[in-house]
């Protein structure tokens, strides 16, 4: 017997998966449910566009969290590591936590937002053919390709109506949302921790959100990875200063004498 289809619109909040799901409406597709895995580390406008969004749709969005918490994770789960581990052989067997995630070790996709949302999926597959939206724009070769070879029963309205990243954003901004302007800050909007998050991206995290910002030093202090290969939260905070220093000083921040500074400088902030 075939099992009836239920349609699932993943949301994440963003310009795109927004602007999917608002085209879906407009176009009366069918949406059994709006699904938006919540890792406790959105931007407080993304919240608050979240319970915006909801109350203009009229419809339900489920959230979900995964059981353990973003901090926990990171901090105090137990983790099993091979004995030659770098993390061992400089803290011991006892040192718990994933520490911040690195472009081969994304474990806060992979438990704040795959687990919870497979382990939701998994039940309604006992009774339904599960069809889920996905909001990948046009211009995401790279991401359609990835997601097309991941499960035949998901759909991509935004490719289907040709609407790339800016045409999503200005669809958005036409009917009245504009995450708090968050967009005119970021390129992307997601975990606002994250250290996969390009230089630029971080700058404007510094200037723009200094409570994150303190948070974001404090959780650096705490673990054993480095925020990023190339630098700690502190350290950062170093060189954007620099840069603000010697733009004042209308000095270049790209040529050898600004790297060789800044080398001095952070050597001196150790």
Known sequence: MNKPDYHVVSLSGGKDSTAMLL?????????DCILFCDTGLEFPAMYEHLDRLERNIGRQITRIK???????????????????????????AEFCGYGWAGPRMRWCTSRL????????????????????YVGIAA??????????NKNSNHRHPLVDWNMT???????????????G????????????????????????L?????????????????????????????????RFD??????RAGKSVTDKAFFTELKRRLNDEK
């Open 242 to 247: 620099f840069e603000d220093e010697c733009v």
């Open 66 to 92: 995964a059981d353990e918490t973003f901090e926990y994770l990171m901090f105090d789960k137990p983790i099993k590591r091979k004995l030659n581990s770098p993390v061992i052989q400089k803290f011991g």
């Open 181 to 204: 302007g968050l967009y005119d800050i970021f390129h992307r909007v997601s975990c606002w921790c994250c250290p996969l998050q390009s230089l630029k991206e971080l700058r404007q």
């Open 23 to 31: 085209g879906m409406i407009e176009r009366e597709m069918s949406i």
């Open 165 to 179: 990243e800016s045409d999503c954003l200005r669809y958005c901004y036409e009917r009245g949302y504009d995450w």
């Open 113 to 132: 937002k795959d687990v919870p949302r497979e382990r939701f999926l998994s039940k309604l597959r006992q009774e339904y053919n599960v069809i889920e």
């Open 139 to 148: 211009d995401e070769q790279y991401r359609l390709e990835r997601e097309r």
């Open 206 to 238: 510094y200037k723009n959100f200094p409570n994150l910002w303190e948070k974001l030093k404090e959780w650096d202090k705490r673990t054993w990875r480095k925020f990023r290969a190339d630098y700690s939260v502190e350290e950062l905070e170093v």
